[in-house]
């Protein structure tokens, strides 16, 4: 051109590119072979936008002259092969903006005179003018398919309109898919990525909590924004919702988990982690398996949590696997419940150990993601006595991995399984009738079943070959190896209970287990 380019649109297919100029002429160019095939002379004055239709067989262009032409384009776009169809007058001032709906049916048009026209694309005939603009609007878009359109005006302000009878529409509220990382630990900081749609205009990140704060970074792309996240130290561990706000509302929230442990991220975990940790990462391959590497020391009890269905993961069927670094498996839990796994495993020798994970159902996604907690931390699986009577406190005994020996919290009823009747607890030894415990009825008798062959299995000592344990959430419940006042038994378990019945009377007998937590499978026999 022998003046300024102003625009420059791509055909559809990629093969010819088209300048509009200062020097009052659109030019056709072939892509391949960077060579001019057409110029389009028509133009009076100076061109300022110039779009093709979404077929590629018009081209509409515009500018100082306050037209709208519109050629038909060949598919070589040779000389004198793309007759001129129409010259329409469209503004009373220079044109800046001229846009294609997506179907093609309509164009959208803005001019210096600060008004913006929707005209039916098949023969340039006008069919809307919209309100006169506050300001000169040089950006237009359409929308949701052509159902509506934005305006944007040189004061920075945008503006959204029904696409056929031009009505104001609020802007749409911003809509969040994904964050990037998921976690932080409490007492620090971090950066983190929100995608989704809508998202230009946003001016405050939301957060649940005051004790969790976030700040906007300027550094934005399309799409995307990124925020800088805190929190507080005395912040419970948990899943706060985190949301963006902008002119058309709040989006819906998504969860930032707070925990208590240092958090490592899949692209950060190429040397052995350092316990305790809590690793997350994602299976976004069909039949990929992640492994963790980190560090023990021998003696020590080191928990692994596998969070999958507590963190929202699109994870069913999770697998936890615990391996030395020779690939001998050391323990598992897998299922297909749905839900999280657990491991607890007592470290022979000093070294380094590799936790994987993986999906029986081979699922992959973004959203196949969870969250790896590894180290020696306390994990409560249990609580005994299972209920205590209403209208009292009582102190419950915690039973699960590295807990500190009798270790206890004084509850109140409404935090525990209330029933009525006596809550009454068993007292060994109770194995045999002569040994039997009488107890007045109706009631409830907490009572726990020990074998002494799971004993140290149980502790997550060596067993009796002297090779080490890994025990799951369903195979063991405690490092503790010893009732209260009691050393365990050599035998299998039984608790026998003694009560007074008289003839003719129907008695209801039953016992709960599963539904409350716990692993036995008991059975029940009536004995005179």
Known sequence: HNGAIFDLAFRPDGKILASASGDRTVKLWNVATGKRVETLSQPLKEQYAVTWSPD??????????????VWQVSDTAAETTNPL??????????????????????????????????????????KLVLETQPDVTPALAFLDGGKSFAAGRLDGTVEFYEGEKGQHLPPPAPE????????????TNGRFKLTGKHLAGITNVVTSTPQLTAVLLPERKKGEVIVEVTAATQLAR???????????????????????LPQVFQAQAENAASLPVSFWGALDAPGQRDELRFEARASQTVVLELAVKSVGSKITNGFLTLLDTGGAVLGSDSGFDGGDRFLAFKVPADGCYLARVADQMLGASKEHFYRLSVGALPYVTGVFPLSVGSHTEADVQLIGFNLAPGARVRLSTGKVLVADGPQLVESEPNDTPDEATPIPVPCAVNGRIWHAETASFRSGNEDRAGQPHAASRRSAGSDHSEKEGQPLPTTVDADVFRFQARSGQIWIIETEAGRRGSPVDTRLEILH
């Open 176 to 187: 969040l898919r994904a964050i990037e990382p998921r976690g932080l630990q409490r007492g």
């Open 56 to 69: 590629g067989q018009r081209l509409a262009a515009a500018g100082g002259d306050n037209r709208i032409r």
């Open 85 to 126: 169809l129409f010259s329409r007058f469209a503004h009373e001032g220079a044109i800046l903006n001229l846009i294609y709906s997506p179907d093609g049916k309509a164009l959208l048009s803005s001019a210096e005179d600060r008004s913006i026209k929707l005209w039916d694309a098949t023969q340039v005939s006008e």
């Open 238 to 260: 948990g899943g706060y919702g985190l949301s963006l706000a902008g002119p058309g509302g709040e989006s819906p929230k998504l969860k930032i988990f707070v925990d208590d």
